[in-house]
């Protein structure tokens, strides 16, 4: 397949020594070395006698001779062995004319490292004996004979620019497995051969043909690893077939490339592997590519993505005596017997990175209108050239490479080689006129139809495959390096905030951290010892606890008072706080995506990254904002480097694909998608594994809300009500109330807010409590060992003791009674990136990925589907589309608790609070919860404040505190508990709610009302100083508090 650049080269070859050489006659017998190549003799050595140790000194050069005129090529080079014959010669007995020589033993010499670069190498072969050699059986304690050989050439034949651009095509062919049960290994001898056609420079193919197959009953597994053989027949020394260091792994079903590499294939593929007949080769043959070919190879391949590799078989007869006594194929040569073909996708090998294929692939009837159907082939490589390529020795010939006499006159030699091949196909010139018209699928005359054709219809019938390894030296497509990668994504993001510089090691970071901490301790108790004095101490046995509560309090209040607490809290957060959470900045891209400030998103996102280079959705979702604003270079860099980082992301993969479907870059679509597909099959896989048990709290029988979050593959709702608990913390009557944190200290303030606020219902969504928010402005009473796992706060178990405990248990019968079922797993890999770009809120980019979810045969329209497109449409507030949706969806699934769900999300935007409510009551009403139940419970809430329904709310605000906390749920709450007059559990309701965000005006506002109802003055001018601070917006609530001041007579410090 190529031409030697210069005029003539020769490659040279020494052997220099043999080692533990033993002979049939005598402990020193005489022998010599014959070199051979491409079945011609390259000349003998010299006879050398081999001494007592078993050495001898051959000292033997040859040379091959390289010629781009129809003589030896590279590409010889690549595919044809180099051998070495030993062989002795015996003592001439009387009246005997010529010597007499018995053959030894034969090396392989493998010549592809001069194909790599190299302009000399060293090896040291072994001497495979043939049968009935004295090698056969090595004497005591020595080793495996072996000869010494060097290969050199004057200059490299290779620069190292043809080096890099060209490659070495390998092709091995295992077996054919389940073969037809016609099949048999008696009776007339059969050549089974397959055979395929490489692409070559110009508009000429390359046949590659492996032969005499080796047909098995079967019984048992081929065994793995087993050597790799030569593509040459009738080689004298059977170890002399193995190539040197290849050999058949074999792999799991589950990662190969080919058409039974699927679950349901399993069993089938274990009886035909163990059980079945087979046809065995164990071959490979190479084919060196230069840089024209190279390119062909890979245009062809985008071309033509299944390629034809023929299979069919050839009856062999033993020739009449005074002939060689080989056997050879019979004359009829016309009929074609069992003519099958296997269509092998080459595409992978256009993947990035991808250097080899193998697997397993169906063998059909060939038939010609299908084989152009498939791959636009009109030639077939054995109908067209004639069973004659069974003796071209280049695709495995029939014939030994000793089978020529010896020929001291190479020229001559060749001369009587080219005589041969005269009148007969070259590689080259295999190029058959069409046998059908290619502007018509309808096959000519003399093409086979099925019905006739019922000797290939036998494969089908008994499930024929064949096992096949396509390997290339270099990939085709090159993959970015992973440093590469990283180092890309780092010039893209900003540069990361540097660290404050600390000096003495972790041992003096941890003694300062200590010091501080006795710093600010011995402040405290300066403070108290100034209030109740030093005596204390000394008498402090005799003091009962209730004193000791008491003092605690009035220290408490003193504190705040003097505004010392909000100081030393201070100082314990900066020593405590974490100093960037990576989450925040994506709960805040997220928000920026749902109000469309993609710009600001990118930001969100980047910062994130810039955190943590490795996270993975940080990276997909800079991919996808990369996307969003056409920066298509800077796109793919994100999305590779997630899926480098982690190969098993369904989401990564699928995300690159769809990016690379808008670059219409088909090929790597196809492989993204293949690989998501592949990781998802796998994971399912394992999932059946292990039993699918239910998710619950064995102490309280709280059900854990699970979905699949944005930051992770699941989230718990429930993740802020921790197993070890919380302290069991209550507001004190002589506290003083203040915010937590100082503008400073606080990101920035989130402006007036209210139930209903969309940004806090996103933020309150993905935000977690941390410690550090719940820093307690009162006294803190630890719970008892039995409530450890019970809610955030004693009013969890205050308010199930009063009279309405049995109405509440009523309401959380749903919650707590019934087991919950974990949502169904995502079907295809396009609905579970629609449910991570749904949680981001990149709608943009959905209804591209809902477009392959209809489309994919194992997706369609689905009431997920449906149930994507109403969300979509509903974020848009297009409620006529959305209520289409949900119809459709209702109609697959009436019974889904998320359709009533998002019907209830419809309503309520629209205004219909009372069919909103019907929706949601009956959405909490299933046993499986649906996928938002926080929002339902927020919303559902709301509309019994809004009917005055205050038990109800109440119960409904209980219920969400306990399966996910925040400042809202705590809020509904205490708005409850006041309407109901229930001040006590109001207080501290509000003040979980306070803890959580201390910059809700409306949950200062309701504290104020509080305190201006238990009397308790300044506390109440504070709250409702910082209501005003915060500047509340809801009016009517604002003037209700001016009412309930003039009525009590304080509150407002403008009095």
């Known amino acids: 397949m190529d031409q030697v650049s210069s005029t003539g080269r020769t490659v040279h070859i020494t052997v220099t020594n043999a080692y533990d050489l033993k002979g049939f006659k005598g402990d020193t017998p005489v022998t010599f070395v014959r070199a051979e190549f491409n079945q011609a003799v390259l000349g003998d050595s010299s006879k050398i006698t081999v001494s007592p140790e078993g050495t001898a000194k051959y000292n033997f050069t040859s040379g091959i001779e390289l010629s781009p005129d129809g003589g030896i090529t590279l590409d010889d080079l690549a595919h044809k062995p180099l051998f070495l014959t030993v062989t002795e010669v015996l003592p001439k007995e009387k009246k005997q004319k010529d010597e007499k020589t018995l053959t030894l033993g034969q090396a392989v010499v493998d010549l592809l490292p001069l194909l790599e670069g190299e302009d000399s190498f060293e090896t040291t072969v072994p001497l495979h004996p043939v049968q009935g050699s004295p090698l056969e059986t090595p004497s005591p304690g020595s080793k495996q004979c072996s000869l010494d050989v060097k290969v050199f050439v004057t200059e490299p034949l290779l620069t190292a620019a043809q080096v890099s651009a060209s490659n070495l095509l390998k092709v091995t062919l295992e077996a054919a497995y389940s073969v037809p049960e016609s099949f048999m290994p008696v009776g007339l001898q059969q050549n089974y051969m397959v055979g395929l056609q490489v692409p070559s420079v110009g508009e000429k193919d390359y046949p590659m043909v492996f032969k005499n197959g080796n047909l098995k009953l079967g019984g048992e597994r081929e065994v793995v690893p087993r050597p790799k053989k030569w593509p040459i027949a009738n080689i004298l020394a059977p170890g002399a077939n193995n190539i040197p260091d290849e050999f058949i792994v074999g792999g799991p079903y589950e990662e190969e490339e080919g058409e039974l590499n699927h679950p349901e294939d399993k069993e089938f593929r274990n009886q035909a592997e163990c059980i079945k007949k087979r046809i065995v080769w164990d071959l490979e043959s190479r084919c060196y590519l230069d840089p024209s070919a190279v390119a062909s190879f890979q245009k062809r391949i985008a071309d033509c993505r299944l390629w034809p590799v023929e299979i069919t078989r050839v009856p062999l007869v033993t020739v009449p005596k005074g002939k060689s006594g080989k056997l050879e194929k019979t004359d009829d040569e016309n009929q074609l017997s069992f003519h099958g073909v296997a269509y092998v996708n080459m595409v992978p090998l256009l993947y990035p990175g991808v250097k080899r294929i193998r697997g397993a692939f169906h063998v059909h009837p060939y038939l010609d209108s299908t084989v152009f159907e498939k791959t636009k082939c009109l030639f077939s490589l054995f109908r067209d050239t004639g069973h004659h390529l069974a003796h071209n020795n280049k695709a495995g010939g029939l014939n030994s490479p000793l089978s020529k006499p010896v020929s001291k006159n190479l020229k001559e030699e060749k001369a009587v080689k080219d005589k041969e091949i005269e009148g007969r196909a070259r590689p080259g010139d295999l190029q058959a006129p069409s046998i059908k018209s290619q502007s018509s699928d309808t096959p000519l005359e003399g093409e086979t139809p099925l019905s006739h054709n019922i000797e290939g219809q036998q494969y089908l019938e008994a499930g024929t495959y064949i096992v096949l390894e396509i390997q290339l030296d270099k990939a085709l497509v090159p993959k970015r390096m992973p440093e590469e990668l990283a180092r890309r994504v780092k010039e893209m993001i900003p540069p990361r905030p540097p660290l404050t510089r600390r000096t003495g090691g972790a041992q003096k970071a941890v003694s300062d951290y200590h010091t501080q901490i006795k710093s600010i301790s011995r402040a405290i108790l300066d403070e108290y010892h100034q209030m109740f004095g030093k005596q204390v101490i000394k008498v402090g046995s005799d003091v009962d606890s209730e004193t000791l509560e008491e003092q605690k309090c009035q220290l408490n209040y003193e504190l705040n008072c003097s505004g010392k607490y909000f100081a030393f809290k201070e100082q314990l957060k900066r020593l405590v706080r974490e100093p960037q959470n990576l989450d925040h900045w994506l709960d805040y891209g997220a928000f920026c995506l749902l109000t469309e400030d993609i710009t600001k998103a990118q930001e969100c996102f980047r910062k994130a990254l810039s955190l943590n280079e490795s996270h993975i959705h940080s990276l997909l979702l800079c991919g996808v904002l990369a996307v969003l604003l056409e920066n298509h270079e800077q796109a793919e860099i994100f999305f590779e480097d997630a899926t480098c980082l982690e190969p098993s992301s369904v989401i990564a993969w699928t995300l690159l694909g769809l990016f690379y479907e808008i670059q219409n870059n088909d090929i790597r679509m196809e492989m993204a998608f293949h690989e998501a597909f592949k990781q998802l099959q796998a994971r399912t896989l394992q999932t059946k594994l292990k039993s699918a048990g239910t998710i619950e709290n064995t102490d309280e029988g709280v059900k854990i809300e699970h979905s699949f979050g ?9 993740t802020a009500m921790k197993s070890e608990g919380l302290t069991g913390i209550k507001l004190r009557s002589s506290h003083t109330l203040s915010p937590h944190l100082p503008a400073e200290l606080q990101p920035q303030p989130q402006g007036p807010s209210t139930v209903l606020s969309s940004l806090d219902e996103f933020i309150e969504e993905s935000s977690k409590a941390h410690s550090e928010s719940q820093e307690p402005m009162m006294t803190l009473q630890p ?19 009063k009279k309405e405990t049995s109405k509440c248990q009523d309401s959380s019968a749903v919650l707590h009674s019934t087991p919950y079922a974990s949502p169904q797993p995502p079907a295809t890999v396009f609905m579970e990136t629609i449910r991570f770009l749904m949680k981001v809120n990149a709608v943009q980019f959905v209804h591209r990925v809902l477009a392959h979810e209809l489309l994919c045969p194992q997706g369609g329209p689905s009431c997920e589907y449906y149930l ?10 297009d409620f006529a589309k959305t209520e289409e949706y949900l119809q459709q969806a209702a109609q697959m699934d009436y019974l889904n608790p998320n359709v009533w769900g998002v019907k209830g999300h419809l309503y309520f935007l629209s205004g219909d609070h009372a069919e909103a409510k019907a929706c949601y009551e009956r959405t909490i009403s299933f046993v499986v919860d649906a996928s938002e139940m926080h929002f339902i419970f927020l919303r559902l809430g709301h509309i019994y404040l809004e009917e005055k329904e205050y038990e109800k709310a109440k119960r409904t605000y209980m219920q ?17 508990c006041y309407r109901l007059e229930e001040l006590t559990e109001a207080e501290d309701a509000l003040s979980e709610a306070n803890a959580l965000n201390n910059y809700n005006a409306e949950v200062w506002a309701y504290l104020a009302l509080v305190c201006l109802k238990v009397g308790r003055q300044l506390e109440a001018e504070q709250a409702y100083k910082y209501t005003i601070k915060l500047k509340l917006k809801d009016e009517a609530l604002l003037t209700e508090i001016h009412t309930v001041q003039e009525m009590v007579g304080f509150g407002d410090p403008s009095f």
């Open 868 to 877: 994507v497109l109403a969300q979509t449409h509903l974020l848009k507030k």
């Open 710 to 718: 944005p930051w992770g593959a699941v989230q718990d709702s429930a």
């Open 783 to 801: 719970l008892e060992p039995s409530l450890a796992q019970k809610s955030s706060n004693v009013l969890l178990k205050e308010l199930t003791a």
């Open 960 to 976: 969400a505190c306990k399966r996910s906390p925040s400042c809202l749920t705590w809020l509904g709450l205490g708005i409850a």
